[in-house]
């Protein structure tokens, strides 16, 4: 026995630094171990403290691919206001909360793998089949954060009205495609900003989809946090196919936020896996993204557009 104990740590000492597992994650139920996992991860306190009290809705309606992390993703968000005191949550899937008159009460507002069915991909008209109503419940989120509010839309809720051009506008982008899971790194665009300083200047690693993006993102009218990279030696079917022509040397950015009208956008395509959020640096990250669409952290969200003008 106790030689299989040294043997043991014989081994782990000459692994990789870094051994992940580039297989797909195993799904698993959200268990009560896993949130006191989490809530033990997350941070004590908020980057900056909120101006005022704030609530958001945590919306995980789904009418497409269903992800699996969507109950563990809305817990993740949920703990980590709880737990740091930066604000209050909601949860709830019901489509009234959209409406004008309801939707006011909220701060943020996050969608968490709100996926919709192709093609027609509208989450509203899904499930309302009716394209008035969707469309004006549509609008009514958009007037909302335009007005001053934020949005905070994580992994797969990219594809909520991904046939949406306003929608994109507003987003920084569409789902375009993903490659088969593979290990994703997320390099900081920039070290020092204030949401990627969650990460102490070391790159995201993990095992994702990598998401990539057309409509909108094409603009790059966001502020990029995290850049996508690969591994080199992927096989060929995790590699990315070319994107059209002129677009072929396109960055790929997997989260960023950017303002919209008086308000705030925040996406992270981490993660397809709830095994990601058990990095204490991504539930930070999370966080301060969180912040940012509520309006509390302050920094710089120059369009790159506007940055590569400069
Ligand atoms: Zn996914």
Request: proline residues 7%; hydrophobic residues 40%; aromatic residues 10%.
């Amino acid at each position: 026995m106790k030689f299989s104990f040294f043997a043991a740590l014989l081994l782990l000492s000459v692994q990789p630094l870094f051994a992940l597992d580039p297989a797909p994650a195993p799904a698993f139920e959200v268990t009560d171990a896993w949130l006191a996992n989490i809530a033990n991860r997350a941070p004590e306190n908020p980057l900056v403290a909120p101006k005022q009290k704030r609530t958001i809705l945590i919306f995980s309606r789904m009418t497409g691919f269903k992800h699996w992390c969507t109950p563990h993703t809305a817990n993740v968000v949920k703990i980590l206001g709880e737990k740091s005191g930066a604000y209050r949550t909601v949860i709830s899937d019901d489509l009234r909360h959209f409406e004008p008159e309801n939707i006011k009460q909220y701060d943020v507002i996050v969608l968490n793998n709100t996926c919709s069915i192709g093609p027609g991909r509208h989450l509203f008209y899904d499930v309302l089949g009716d394209r008035e109503q969707a469309k004006a419940l549509e609008n009514s989120l958009i007037s909302h954060i335009k007005e001053g509010h934020g949005l905070v839309a994580i992994h797969g809720a990219i594809v909520a009205f991904n046939n949406s051009e306003q929608f994109s506008e507003m987003m920084g982008g569409s789902f375009d495609f993903h490659p088969a899971q593979q290990i994703v790194t997320g390099k900081l665009v920039d070290p020092d900003h204030p949401i990627t300083s969650a990460f102490d200047g070391e790159p995201l690693v993990h095992v994702d989809e990598p998401y990539l993006f057309n409509k909108a993102y094409l603009d790059y009218n966001f502020h990029p946090l995290l850049r996508m990279q690969l591994e080199p030696d992927a096989p060929k079917d995790k590699r990315i196919k070319n994107l059209a022509t002129e677009k072929d040397s396109v960055e790929r950015y997997i989260s960023w936020i950017k303002p919209y009208g008086k308000g705030r956008v925040f996406y992270s395509s981490p993660s397809h896996n709830a095994q990601s959020f058990e990095q204490p640096e991504l539930l930070q990250f999370l966080l301060n993204g969180i912040q940012y669409a509520a309006g509390d952290l302050e920094c710089d969200d120059t369009p790159l557009k506007q940055m590569s003008k400069k």
